[in-house]
């Protein structure tokens, strides 16, 4: 009696566990992302297939591009932003991560 609910517990704990491993960024999965850029300040820029481009944040968060920002990628490219998609960038991130 003792290992069967020794074992059940463990069963417990390791279901619990497992959804975490085994959701996936939609960002890695979707098709409406180009191509992805890290920038020198730590964050990452999303350009979509429609052209328009999303920015986050060295912490994960989607943040507002203003009108003609000049970003700076890791290898010291300068690229121009077009469009500020934070609201598609925000739905992507949250996307299977609501518990």
């Not at 912490?59 to 920002?69: H, M, S």
Request: glycine share 10%.
């Amino acid at each position: 009696m003792k290992s069967f609910a020794i074992a059940l517990v463990l069963s417990a704990a390791f279901a619990g566990m497992a959804p975490p491993a085994l959701a996936s960024d939609a960002l890695e999965n979707s098709s409406i992302v180009k191509t992805r850029v890290e920038l020198d300040d730590g964050g990452t820029l999303y350009v979509f297939k429609d052209g328009k481009m999303a920015r986050e944040d060295r912490f994960g968060r989607a943040v507002y591009l203003k009108k003609g920002e000049t970003l700076v990628a890791r290898d010291g490219t300068k690229i121009a932003a077009i469009g500020n998609e934070v609201a598609r960038l925000d739905a992507l991130l949250k996307e299977g991560h609501n518990g």
